[in-house]
């Protein structure tokens, strides 16, 4: 079992977590976790439930809660002397590897130690993906808050900060942008991160962002603190306005792989010329430059040594070039991690030569999950074709021969305005949903993708591997391909684990990841390479009334869920428990059998039993099993 209290705090178990209601056991508990193996006085664990309302019967009551959260560890296997009674308090005794909490501070020191600054960025970045959201969310305690709660969040700060640092010595000021915005708003006193962040910008080239940062600061510090910008920052205003070099560039991107959102698919050289393209990310107007961050889509990577998908790449590349009298359009669905994007580049590639007007692929959310507006992703498509004589998207004539991938597409309306129409050209768009009307009203062909079979896998492992490493250990790396449910992200994550631990096994790779499959499907250098997170993402676009139903399906036995089952499992009505059905396979969270039944894949099934909570005495679905 394990303790997390870097986020809501919760109890794991194997692929299973448990959320713990807010009361007063709760707060007990945190009080013990921030204190790992030491003694936690009496008096402060009554502060920290009661405050200053602490009643008269306080040490009674005290030793109840004591009993209730016992009684809470039993339920869920933990041992009862866990918590011990000492002299003047109480004590929580934690295992070696029990509490993220003396993890994340493990990973920082060990960082501290090590000189090789890429090996020091990801053990910080290791320690940084245990925080899942604000710390002891679901603890009421205001004495916690007040007094625990600010050293906790600094502890993360100075982590991100110094991860940020590494990032602009090795020139990486792109990679550190995003995580720099985030910090900055989330923390607008903190100067060292707007530092960094005004540095990051004009080492990327957008001096005018930088210098418009500056003066938001400016302006912050003086109207809300009434204090001017400290030496450092003034010292970058004044090195930006000469125009100092202020540290390594940035690493050159590969030709044909500019380094902002859109990019061109065709993999050519940046020059301008006839049939050649570039994706030229559009700048804010310097005159103009935005007062807060707008997450863009993330940048888009061909997934090299593509495996598998053989059949569906030639059939979505037959509809693309068969009939070039009018615009063709195909839609890529399925869940969250399937491939659709990454079978939508391969087939850009095979294709390439019958578009001569170009291909581009642009995302239709931002980082946050937020859709983004058509009239957005058409000005940068424009900025994409800005070098040539033709748009690449929405002017009649001027599209033929293109053809356009639009990315994660939430909403049909949201694409319509950017269709090609030109004769020739071609609109690939990948998403969760079918986009069944989408396709009945412009024409289109959709395919939807499963889990990958299990030579696909197997052949997917063994390419990111090497033939040598899987030769070794076949019956190893087929177990691995079942244990991350033939789903390509989950794949390719396991794959990237074993090869950054070149003397892991792949059969202790496979226990580790039956032990605990959502923590180890998790890159901490990338939030872009998490199922998890993903997940969550999909989870968190649904309708509050779909979201239940996921999570309460997850909790069901594993097996085919007729129509009746799932209006009893849920306790509504036949007819909308099957428009709940239908809308979750739409989704790609369920998978339609025959006879009208739906299956949930069991990697989705293990992540639902995840992210269900559970209530204070009576655990609410799934129940552990």
């Not at 320690?127 to 906790?152: I, T």
């Not at 940020?164 to 100067?191: F, K, M």
């Not at 430059?289 to 707008?294: G, K, L, M, Q, Y």
């Not at 291909?359 to 239709?364: E, I, K, L, S, T």
Request: with cysteine.
């Amino acid at each position: 079992m394990r303790f997390q209290v870097l986020g809501p705090l919760r109890i794991a178990g194997g692929p299973e977590v448990v959320v713990l209601p807010p009361s007063k056991p709760t707060i007990l508990l945190a009080s013990l976790l921030l204190r790992p193996d030491a003694v936690v006085t009496t008096d402060f664990l009554r502060q920290a439930i009661w405050g200053d309302d602490e009643p008269a019967s306080a040490r009674a009551a005290l030793h109840t809660c004591v009993l209730r959260l016992r009684r809470t560890f039993a339920k869920y296997g933990i041992a009862e002397a866990a918590i011990e009674s000492v002299p003047g308090g109480y004590r929580v005794v934690v295992e070696d590897g029990a509490l993220d909490l003396v993890r994340f501070r493990e990973l920082r020191d060990g960082a501290r130690a090590v000189r090789d600054p890429e090996a020091e960025l990801c053990l910080l970045r290791e320690a940084l993906s245990l925080w899942q959201g604000a710390p002891l969310s679901n603890v009421p305690s205001d004495f916690l808050r007040r007094g625990e709660l600010p050293g906790l969040v600094e502890e993360r700060l100075s982590v991100v900060e110094r991860a940020c640092d590494i990032e602009l010595a090795l020139g990486r000021c792109g990679q550190a942008l995003v995580e720099l915005w985030a910090a900055s708003r989330a923390h607008p006193g903190h100067e060292r991160f707007r530092e960094q962040l005004i540095e990051a910008l004009y080492r990327s080239g957008r001096k005018a962002d930088a210098l418009a940062e500056y003066r938001e600061v400016k302006r912050h510090l003086r109207e809300e603190l009434g204090v001017d910008p400290g030496p450092a920052l003034r010292r970058l205003e004044l090195r930006m306005l000469r125009g100092d070099s202020l540290g390594p560039p940035p690493p050159a991107a590969p030709a044909g792989e500019p380094a902002r959102a859109a990019r061109d698919v065709t993999g050519g050289s940046p020059a301008a010329g006839p049939g050649s393209r570039p994706a030229a990310a559009i700048a804010p107007p310097e005159g103009n430059p935005p007062s807060a961050p707008v997450p863009g889509p993330v940048p888009f990577t061909a997934v090299s040594s593509f495996t598998g998908r053989a059949a569906e790449s030639a059939a979505v590349a037959a509809r693309l070039t068969a009939d070039r009298s009018g615009p063709a359009l195909v839609v890529i669905s399925g869940a969250p991690g399937i491939g659709k994007t990454a079978l939508a580049l391969h087939v850009a590639q095979l294709v390439g030569d019958h578009f001569p007007g170009g291909r581009f692929a642009v995302g239709m959310t931002r980082t946050d999950g937020t859709p983004r507006t058509p009239e957005e992703v058409a000005a940068e498509l424009r900025g994409m074709a800005a070098t040539g004589a033709t748009s690449a998207a929405g002017a009649g004539d001027d599209d033929r021969g293109v053809l356009l991938l639009l990315d994660d597409v939430t909403d049909p309306a949201l694409v319509r305005p950017l269709l090609p129409t030109g004769a020739g050209s071609a609109a690939v768009l990948t998403s969760r949903l079918g986009l069944a009307g989408l396709v009945a009203a412009h024409g289109g062909w959709a395919t939807r993708l499963d889990a990958l079979a299990e030579d696909e896998s197997y052949r997917l492992l063994s390419a990111a591997l090497g033939e040598a490493r899987a030769g070794a250990e076949p019956e190893a790396v087929r177990e691995l391909a079942a244990a991350c449910g033939h789903f390509p992200l989950a794949l390719r994550i396991a794959a990237a684990r074993l090869l950054t631990r070149p003397r892991l096994a792949v059969a202790d790779c496979v226990a580790r990841l039956r032990e605990d499959p959502m923590r180890r499907l998790s890159l901490p250098d990338d939030p872009r390479m998490s199922v998890p997170r993903v997940l969550g993402e999909a989870l968190r676009r649904l309708d509050p009334r779909l979201a239940d139903a996921f999570l309460r399906i997850g909790a069901a036995p594993p097996a085919p869920l007729p129509v009746t089952g799932a209006a009893s499992l849920l306790g509504i009505p036949p007819v909308p428990a099957e428009e709940i059905l239908e809308q979750l396979a739409d989704a790609g969270l369920l998978e339609e059998e025959p006879a009208g039944r739906f299956r949930m894949h069991e990697l989705l099934r293990v992540f639902a039993r995840c992210a269900t909570g559970f209530q204070d005495d009576s655990p609410a679905l799934p129940s552990r099993r």
